[in-house]
């Protein structure tokens, strides 16, 4: 069966530090990997999404990247964190190609920036 | 601009029956979500509707009508386990999903 990993659980940065949060997933391969925040009360906002190796969509401008250096892993990045940052940052997998149904989510990191 | 609308919360009886509604403008359709999200969790998927009509699965059902943008999910026999947000979410013509911003459904013994 397929899991999906994300750490850390909570993270509390000051304003101007880097974050990098991870995301992996087991039990499938080349995945469509995706990296939501969802502010307090808010619905999910698209960040990234990836359909392969290298391959990063960037749904929303910001000072937030992402990278898929392995087939099953998602790494979302910062080099300098903002107070806006904060939030609940949901990495989410589905099944490769156009038809696939629905997604699947990690534990989530809840980011505190300060 | 694509948008969905759900009431922000809800309040409902032990085993009664509760009706959350939907309705989105989106950029195409390829399917319309419901996920349960509990305080502090992730969302996990309750269903999935691409044609009108009624799905039903144990104690919920979803309902579509693609002609008036519109969806709900309908819970029954309540349970104080149901206490969640319940989100709606639309896959639109480029294969991505819009989400509204959920609705907190708060039940009460």
């Known amino acids: 069966s397929q899991t999906i990993h994300q750490w850390p659980a909570t993270l509390v940065q000051p304003v101007g530090s880097p974050l990098s949060l991870e995301c992996t997933v087991e039990?499938?391969?080349?995945?469509?990997l995706y990296w939501y925040r969802q502010a307090a009360g808010r619905g999910l906002q698209l960040l990234f999404y990836s359909v392969g190796i290298g391959q990063i969509s960037s749904e929303v401008p910001q000072n937030l990247s992402a990278s898929r250096p392995q087939d099953r892993q998602f790494i979302l990045s910062s080099k300098k964190l903002l107070l806006s940052d904060s939030g609940f940052y949901l990495c989410a997998w589905s099944a490769p190609g156009a038809s696939h149904l629905e997604q699947y989510f990690g534990p989530g990191t809840r980011l505190t920036v300060t | 601009g694509q948008n969905i609308d759900q009431p922000t919360e809800m309040t409902a009886t032990e085993g009664a029956i509760v009706q959350i509604n939907c309705t989105y403008q989106?950029?195409?359709?390829?399917?319309l979500f419901w996920y349960q999200q509990h305080a502090g969790e992730a969302p996990t998927f309750l269903s999935y509707?691409?044609l009108d009509g009624l799905e039903e699965k144990g104690r919920f059902s979803s309902f579509l009508s693609r002609s008036k943008g519109y969806s709900y999910l309908l819970l029954k026999e309540l349970q104080m386990k149901d206490s969640a947000s319940y989100l709606c979410?639309?896959?639109?013509?480029?294969?991505?999903?819009?989400w509204g911003a959920g609705t907190k459904l708060i039940i009460k013994p």
């Open positions: 979410a639309v896959r639109d013509s480029n294969y991505q999903l819009i």
């Open positions: 509707n691409v």
């Open positions: 039990g499938t391969s080349n995945p469509n």
């Open positions: 989106t950029s195409g359709f390829n399917g």
